[in-house]
């Protein structure tokens, strides 16, 4: 019983901080602040893999952090259009949050996929429609 108490209490604080993080990030948004917005990103070069990412996005513009070495090697690549959202396929859904959406971009060097939080999508749309 005691461990059942102690579960609940500790997924009632990670609920209220995941909520304080989005209200947070939506406040430094709406005063026109620089605001990370935590992403997946599955690029051409990197086959079949999800890169952990930041877009960093504010009045002077977006561009990434890379939040893992592979990730470091990997840029944008130029003429970057959206083509569409979606929500993950079942199979996606198993590598990365299934309640997420994907934008998908297409570009030169090939498609490009960006997963991110359906709360956060119009910051990435945003964002990307901007670049």
Same mark, same amino acid.
């Given at each position: 019983m005691i461990e059942l108490v102690v579960a609940l209490s500790v997924a009632g604080v990670t609920a209220w901080l995941f909520r304080r993080r989005v209200k947070q990030r939506a406040d430094s948004a709406a005063q026109g602040? !620089?605001? &990370?917005?935590?992403? =997946?990103? %599955?690029?051409p070069s990197v086959e079949g893999r999800w890169l952990r990412e930041r877009l960093v996005t504010g009045p002077s513009g #977006? @561009?990434?952090?890379? %939040?893992? &070495? @592979?990730? @470091?090697?990997? #840029? =944008?690549?130029e003429g970057l259009r959206q083509v569409g959202v979606r929500s993950p396929s079942w199979r996606e859904a198993l &590598?990365? +949050?299934?309640?997420? %959406?994907? !934008?998908?971009?297409?570009?030169?060097?090939?498609?490009?996929? !960006?997963? !991110?939080?359906? +709360?956060?999508l119009d910051y990435v749309l945003t964002a990307l429609n901007n670049s």
């Amino acid at each position: 019983m005691i461990e059942l108490v102690v579960a609940l209490s500790v997924a009632g604080v990670t609920a209220w901080l995941f909520r304080r993080r989005v209200k947070q990030r939506a406040d430094s948004a709406a005063q026109g602040d !620089v605001i &990370k917005i935590p992403c =997946l990103l %599955r690029h051409p070069s990197v086959e079949g893999r999800w890169l952990r990412e930041r877009l960093v996005t504010g009045p002077s513009g #977006s @561009a990434w952090e890379p %939040r893992t &070495k @592979a990730g @470091a090697a990997v #840029s =944008l690549p130029e003429g970057l259009r959206q083509v569409g959202v979606r929500s993950p396929s079942w199979r996606e859904a198993l &590598k990365i +949050n299934g309640g997420s %959406r994907i !934008v998908e971009c297409s570009s030169p060097e090939g498609p490009l996929l !960006v997963a !991110v939080m359906p +709360n956060e999508l119009d910051y990435v749309l945003t964002a990307l429609n901007n670049s």
